[in-house]
């Protein structure tokens, strides 16, 4: 079955900080790009973050340059995103993309993240 799964979301006060995980399985995992989608409330859904299929190209919105970084483990079929410092505005829920050299995407559910005191 092909499926991502992000984990890792929650609570946390401002100036704190989270790591999400997305799983996927069911297809090559290392043959796909990889992004972080957010929505926040009453918002469109955003681009945050990407990785190329090894690892060596991303690129972040710029809202997030500098305090959230993506990586993945392609021998773990996982991608990561760490986020520093965050604030109330990064109050969204996050979702997993994956995206073929055909433009084929596959989404995760989402997993919430509050940033609040």
């Known amino acids: 079955q092909v499926q991502l799964v992000e984990s890792g979301g929650g609570l946390v006060q401002p100036g704190g900080s989270l790591r999400l995980s997305c799983v996927a399985s069911g297809f090559i995992f290392s043959d796909w790009a990889m992004s972080w989608y957010r929505q926040g409330p009453g918002k469109e859904r955003e681009l945050v973050a990407h990785i190329g299929t090894a690892g060596d190209a991303t690129s972040y919105e710029a809202s997030v340059k500098g305090r959230f970084t993506i990586s993945r483990d392609n021998g773990k079929n996982t991608m990561y995103l760490q986020m520093n410092s965050l604030k109330p505005e990064d109050t969204a829920v996050y979702y997993c993309?994956?995206?073929?050299?055909?433009?084929?995407?596959?989404w995760g559910q989402g997993t919430q993240v509050t940033i609040s005191s």
């Open positions: 993309n994956a995206r073929s050299w055909s433009a084929h995407d596959i």
